[in-house]
């Protein structure tokens, strides 16, 4: 299994340009969530998908901020336009959920490091 | 609400040291209790979990008892090595609930 995959790994850009971070599930996983971390404010939860539909997305700082989710597979955490405070790692988990045991657990992708000078 | 504090970091310890690292809890439902670990450079791994009270989760020598009395979730680990050095994470999701509530985290250093 290739677990949850992430892209770009690393990201520098200018305030004010667009920035999409990209996130692929854990096939077979109906749940998706989007985290960002930093020194400051730790891990926090921004946004949550099940079955590719937003459930939750009170985490999300401001308008500026954007997810979706087209199908099971692909997910998009898009920030326009970005700013310096938006700096930090960007994290997707997914997990199957409706099962019992180890294997329903939220697994992390090895995220997205994000930086706007 | 349902929150998690840990015990404050950074945390140094020489190898084979005897680890200890505090999770207390507050859940308005019945929660399933997490320790996750994120080594350098890395997304978040779960290391173990206990599903009820009086559960003891273990993996790779760690191990961590869910006490409902005192609201507690403590990570132990008899010896710890070199390669332990992390960030450890102790979280909770109430029952029926998606969201996982972390703690802030504490950083583990072990020097040889």
């Known amino acids: 299994d290739a677990g949850v995959i992430q892209s770009p790994r690393h990201e520098v850009t200018e305030m004010g340009q667009e920035v999409t971070l990209r996130c692929k599930p854990i096939?077979?996983?109906?749940?998706l969530f989007w985290y960002r971390q930093t020194m400051m404010r730790g891990l926090e939860l921004l946004i949550y998908?099940?079955?590719?539909?937003?459930?939750?997305d009170s985490g999300m700082p401001e308008d500026r901020f954007s997810a979706k989710m087209p199908n099971a597979s692909f997910s998009t955490l898009k920030i326009q336009p970005s700013e310096p405070r938006d700096s930090a790692v960007y994290f997707c988990?997914?997990?199957?959920?409706?099962?019992?045991?180890?294997?329903?657990?939220?697994?992390f992708g090895p995220g997205t490091r994000l930086t706007v000078t | 609400g349902n929150s998690v504090t840990q015990m404050e970091g950074p945390v140094t310890l020489s190898e084979e040291a005897f680890l200890t690292i505090n999770c207390t809890y507050t859940?308005?439902?019945?929660?399933?209790l997490f320790w996750y670990v994120q080594y350098p450079g890395e997304g978040l791994q779960l290391l173990l979990k206990a599903t009820k009270a009086d559960d003891k989760g273990s993996n790779k020598g760690f191990e961590a008892t869910y006490r409902k009395e005192t609201t507690s979730f403590h990570l132990e680990k008899g010896s710890v090595q070199v390669s332990d050095s992390a960030v450890y994470f102790c979280a909770l999701r109430v029952q029926g609930a998606q969201k996982l509530v972390f703690g802030q985290g504490t950083r583990l250093t072990i020097n040889p």
């Open positions: 988990a997914s997990r199957r959920t409706g099962t019992s045991g180890r294997g329903n657990e939220q697994y």
């Open positions: 998908f099940n079955n590719n539909v937003p459930i939750d």
């Open positions: 859940a308005t439902g019945y929660p399933s």
């Open positions: 096939s077979g996983h109906n749940s």
